[in-house]
């Protein structure tokens, strides 16, 4: 039999394998041959992504176990594996890397790259705005089981922890899986990821990058891999932000986004027919979010019927009910009494020096609770973890370019491929 490197790709939130392909393509160029196989991941697709990360991570466990089955009838025996999640996938690939642990995967594999692309790793963070507000609110609530567990309210654990901060936790099987990886390397986006933000993709409590514009951040970009951030200097003391330009004048019109077309590329017209749609864009705005509102309801209720069938299932049930034995019995008393549940409170010291030391803290500033700090802390304690910065300024949303997502629809997202070509130059094989 011959010897196989799998690789398993993730996609994320609503996402499908086919977000993934330029990954597939790229690696499988960087790597020819037989030694390496990639499987892309099929059974969160979409609205399965609701159903949580723990019932997600099962699922694919469950993929990964029968893709080493058909490949050892194949002649062809898994020796070496890899994970890479993108965005929830990242999450999910944490979960899986624990419950593959559990069941005495790793006796006979050896785990070699763990990598994450625009990844939550210490949950949606809060930033001081009423948008910001009302999102982490209806998110917990539109989102299902995963929704609870990007913001962390759910209370996963018999302590009522969250499910974020278990998998944090160096004591747990979770932890110590990821830990097991002969590489770890996330990547974040520096600037402009709307969906998920620097200091949660970087495992980071600062946002060094959110005044760059202001602050005289110097950030130098690598020549070899486009859009990846070789080095950055951060000035010890921020020069006071220039002063705003007055309402409806010149300037405040050339700064401000409004200037910029706001809609996706395949609703950008030519005039005239550009001023006939922002005339209607009052009546269609209410409309679109009214629609959008109900479908994520109706989503969210479908997910909550599958994890009722899920928990009810004597078979599906049991495996989570052992990691979750598992992880409890080991509990010790003494650290469960520190556990704060109050998300108001101050953060506590961190006496080994993990957490970032923060400056006083600008409105752009995400509002992190103790126990994303904590989760931060933990896993920043990581060995070897390694962190890698993508930059892509004057784009709306750069989630989707980190990897490429849909090139085929979007030429924007096109100018990833550095990034892209950066992980797969840096795989481990």
Same mark, same amino acid.
């Given at each position: 039999m011959s010897e196989t490197h799998l690789l398993v790709l993730l996609h994320g939130m609503w996402g499908n394998p086919d977000h993934l392909a330029e990954l597939h393509r790229v690696v499988a160029e960087t790597i020819p041959g037989p030694s390496l196989h990639v499987l892309r991941a099929e059974t969160n697709r979409e609205d399965g992504t609701y159903d949580g990360i723990d019932w997600g991570g099962e699922r694919v466990a469950e993929e990964?176990?029968?893709?080493?089955?058909? %490949?050892?009838?194949?002649?062809?025996?898994?020796?070496?594996?890899?994970?890479?999640?993108?965005?929830?996938?990242?999450?999910?690939?944490?979960?899986?890397?624990?419950?593959?642990?559990?069941?005495?995967?790793?006796?006979?594999?050896?785990?070699?790259?763990?990598?994450? %692309?625009?990844?939550?790793?210490?949950?949606?963070?809060?930033?001081?705005?009423?948008?910001?507000?009302? @999102?982490?609110?209806?998110?917990?609530?539109?989102?299902?089981?995963?929704?609870?567990?990007?913001?962390?309210?759910?209370?996963?654990?018999?302590?009522?922890?969250?499910?974020?901060?278990?998998?944090?936790?160096?004591?747990?099987?979770?932890?110590?899986? %990821?830990?097991?990886?002969?590489?770890?390397? =996330?990547?974040?986006?520096?600037?402009?990821?709307?969906?998920?933000?620097?200091?949660?993709?970087? =495992?980071?409590?600062?946002? =060094?990058?959110?005044?760059?514009?202001?602050?005289?951040?110097?950030?130098? =970009?690598?020549?070899?891999?486009?859009?990846?951030?070789?080095?950055? @200097?951060? /000035?010890?003391?921020? *020069? *006071?932000? /220039?002063?705003?330009?007055?309402?409806?004048?010149?300037?405040?019109?050339?700064? @401000?986004?409004?200037?910029?077309?706001?809609? *996706?590329?395949?609703?950008?017209?030519?005039?005239?027919?550009?001023?006939?749609?922002?005339?209607?864009l009052p009546l269609l705005i209410p409309v679109l979010i009214s629609m959008v509102l109900v479908r994520l309801s109706l989503k969210t209720r479908s997910s909550r019927a599958r994890i009722k069938l899920l928990e009810s299932d004597r078979s599906s049930r049991e495996k989570l009910v052992h990691v979750l034995a598992q992880l409890e019995h080991q509990v010790e008393g003494a650290v469960v009494e520190l556990i704060d549940d109050n998300a108001g409170a101050e953060p506590t010291e961190d006496p080994e020096g993990a957490l970032p030391k923060a400056r006083r803290a600008p409105p752009e500033q995400p509002i992190l609770t103790p126990t994303q700090r904590r989760i931060a802390a933990a896993l920043n304690r990581l060995p070897g973890l390694k962190k890698e910065r993508a930059h892509f300024p004057n784009v709306r949303n750069s989630h989707a370019i980190i990897v490429c997502r849909d090139v085929r629809n979007f030429e924007l997202h096109r100018r990833g491929e550095g990034v892209v070509r950066h992980w797969a130059d840096s795989f481990v094989i």
């Open positions: 990964i176990v029968g893709e080493v089955d058909k %490949l050892k009838k194949e002649g062809r025996t898994v020796t070496r594996f890899s994970i890479t999640g993108y965005s929830l996938g990242g999450l999910v690939a944490r979960y899986v890397v624990g419950v593959l642990r559990q069941r005495g995967f790793f006796e006979n594999v050896a785990p070699v790259n763990f990598n994450t %692309l625009a990844t939550p790793h210490i949950g949606l963070p809060r930033y001081r705005s009423f948008f910001s507000s009302l @999102t982490s609110f209806l998110g917990a609530k539109l989102l299902s089981r995963t929704g609870e567990q990007f913001y962390c309210v759910d209370k996963w654990s018999a302590k009522g922890r969250p499910l974020l901060e278990v998998m944090a936790d160096p004591d747990r099987i979770f932890y110590q899986a %990821l830990a097991a990886f002969e590489t770890i390397r =996330i990547y974040a986006n520096s600037l402009n990821d709307t969906t998920v933000p620097y200091v949660t993709a970087a =495992i980071e409590v600062e946002d =060094i990058f959110a005044q760059q514009a202001t602050n005289g951040l110097e950030v130098e =970009i690598d020549e070899q891999y486009p859009h990846l951030i070789k080095s950055y @200097t951060l /000035p010890p003391v921020p *020069p *006071p932000p /220039p002063p705003k330009p007055t309402l409806l004048s010149p300037s405040w019109f050339r700064q @401000t986004k409004l200037t910029r077309p706001f809609l *996706p590329p395949f609703l950008q017209f030519r005039f005239p027919m550009n001023i006939v749609l922002y005339s209607v």
